[in-house]
């Protein structure tokens, strides 16, 4: 499967975006989906995650209740919902795609997004 995340962009401390990840092939609905970001200068950190169904979610725990996962099979699409952004949130976000569960580390993730830019500005 191949993903394409779109949506980032500047935003103001306290506001919103929504995150995209279109993905190509048929089997979109056969996986778990997540999403990562990448701060400046740091490693990649695990954001969230979503099994194929859409009925089970986990969140790093730093970011629950500001953030929310979801996807729409039907439209091979992944979606996050960012609130309240605040400065620390900027980073580059990826979405991925693999075959284990509700998994929170990069390895365990096959397919992966080109990132997209989210810049929260104080």
């Known amino acids: 499967v191949q993903l394409q995340a779109s949506g980032g962009g500047l935003v103001q401390a306290g506001g919103s975006l929504r995150l995209s990840c279109a993905a190509s092939?048929?089997?979109?609905?056969?996986?778990?989906m997540s999403w990562f970001r990448q701060p400046p200068g740091k490693e990649r950190e695990f954001v969230a995650v979503i099994n194929w169904s859409g009925g089970a979610t986990y969140y790093a725990d730093s970011l629950k209740g500001r953030f929310t996962i979801s996807r729409d099979n039907a439209k091979n699409t992944l979606y996050l919902q960012m609130n309240s952004l605040k400065p620390e949130d900027t980073a580059v976000y990826y979405c991925?795609?693999?075959?284990?569960?509700?998994?929170?580390?990069?390895?365990?993730?096959?397919?992966w997004g080109q990132g997209t830019q989210v810049t929260v500005s104080s």
């Open positions: 991925a795609g693999g075959n284990y569960g509700l998994a929170i580390e990069v390895y365990e993730y096959d397919y």
């Open positions: 092939g048929r089997t979109f609905s056969s996986y778990a």
